[in-house]
């Protein structure tokens, strides 16, 4: 099993910059694909990105392409989630999520563990 802890949420100007990260706990970290997925008020968690257990691939939903940036230092066991250029729309709460079978996967329901959620409020 692995604990993951979200931080880095708070509240920012449109086009400002946030990074979250998220910290893991237990099993060794490089063994999962680790994905963000976010919550905003009345909506349906949706994918935000992910990226595999070494790095190498990534992927993201449209909405968020050339302004969020995922990466990963398995090192420190954390995942950072670099995000640039906010609008209004990003608000939502922020989870990181583990997937222990190495699928590169979008869908919420592959991900076997999650943390807590950290709240990002973009301000217009």
């Known amino acids: 099993q692995v604990q993951l802890a979200e931080s880095g949420g708070g509240l920012v100007q449109a086009g400002g910059s946030l990074r979250l990260s998220c910290g893991a706990s237990?099993?060794?970290?490089?063994?999962?694909?680790v994905a963000w997925f976010r919550q905003g008020p009345g909506k349906e968690r949706e994918f935000v990105a992910f990226?595999?257990?070494?790095?190498?691939?990534?992927n993201y939903v449209d909405s968020v392409k050339g302004r969020f940036t995922v990466s990963r230092d398995n090192a420190k066991n954390t995942i950072y989630l670099q995000m640039n250029s906010l609008k209004p729309e990003d608000t939502a709460v922020y989870y990181c999520a583990a997937e222990s079978q190495g699928r590169l996967a979008s869908d919420k329901y592959w991900y076997d563990y999650w943390g807590q959620g950290t709240q990002v409020t973009v301000s217009s």
């Open positions: 237990g099993r060794t970290f490089s063994l999962y694909t």
């Open positions: 990226i595999s257990r070494s790095g190498g691939s990534t």
